[in-house]
């Protein structure tokens, strides 16, 4: 069974400058997460779909950070425009419907902010 | 969101010690998860308690469910080099899926 495909693995951008992350995840999970997570730190949930509609985006900034899962498939998040502190992993998960259903992580995308 | 504190923060063992790291919650758990997460990559699921109580083994490695179940515990037994990483709980509730602060796990050969 294939993992969740994320990229790229690592970016490097100026701040105010604009970057894209891909995920695609297991097939026929229906429940797609981002997560940040700062060095040190616990992955911190951005936002949650089940399928193309939106779970849970409290804590997403929405002022700079969007994301979108069309075809409830694949997703994609932006930010826009990168700040300092916005250095992280991004990882992508998935999982089945469900709340005792476990998450699979992609390989994360590593943002450094210049 | 809600939050799971975990402790300790770090922890420092010698080979064949043993480690326990600590997950609370103010507000009652619908389940616990816990990951292991090596240096450089990312979560890897190791098992879910869902009862009161209950208690699961996977070799070295016990996992506790208080019986409130505000609280969980992962105790690992004689610990390896293979050991280390950063172990965090969760909680999935279907609408939310919140990781703990982490322990981090260092293993003194």
């Known amino acids: 069974e294939a993992g969740v495909a994320q990229s790229p693995r690592y970016k490097i951008i100026e701040k105010r400058q604009s970057v894209a992350f891909w995920c695609n995840p297991i097939?026929?999970?229906?429940?797609l997460y981002w997560y940040q997570q700062i060095l040190g730190q616990g992955p911190k949930l951005l936002i949650q779909?089940?399928?193309?509609?939106?779970?849970?985006d409290s804590q997403l900034p929405k002022d700079r950070f969007s994301a979108e899962r069309l075809k409830g498939v694949d997703s994609t998040l932006k930010i826009q425009p990168a700040k300092l502190e916005d250095s992280a992993v991004y990882l992508c998960?998935?999982?089945?419907?469900?709340?005792?259903?476990?998450?699979?992580f992609g390989q994360g995308t590593r943002l450094t902010v210049v | 969101g809600q939050q799971v504190m975990q402790i300790p923060q770090y922890q420092h063992v010698q080979e064949g010690e043993d480690f326990t790291t600590y997950c609370n919650s103010s507000?009652?758990?619908?389940?616990i998860q816990w990951y292991k997460q090596r240096p450089g990559g990312h979560p890897v699921f190791l098992i879910q308690?869902?009862?009161?109580?209950e208690v699961k083994k996977q070799k070295r490695l016990t996992f506790q469910f208080g019986e409130a179940k505000k609280n969980s515990s992962l105790h690992i037994t004689a610990t390896q080099t293979t050991d280390v990483g950063t172990y965090f709980c969760?909680?999935?509730?279907?609408?939310?899926?919140?990781f703990g602060t982490g322990t981090s796990l260092t293993v003194i050969p």
């Open positions: 998960a998935s999982s089945l419907s469900g709340r005792h259903t476990e998450a699979f």
């Open positions: 097939s026929g999970h229906a429940t």
């Open positions: 779909f089940q399928n193309n509609g939106v779970v849970d």
């Open positions: 507000t009652t758990l619908s389940n």
């Open positions: 308690l869902v009862k009161s109580g």
């Open positions: 969760a909680e999935n509730t279907g609408n939310q899926f919140y």
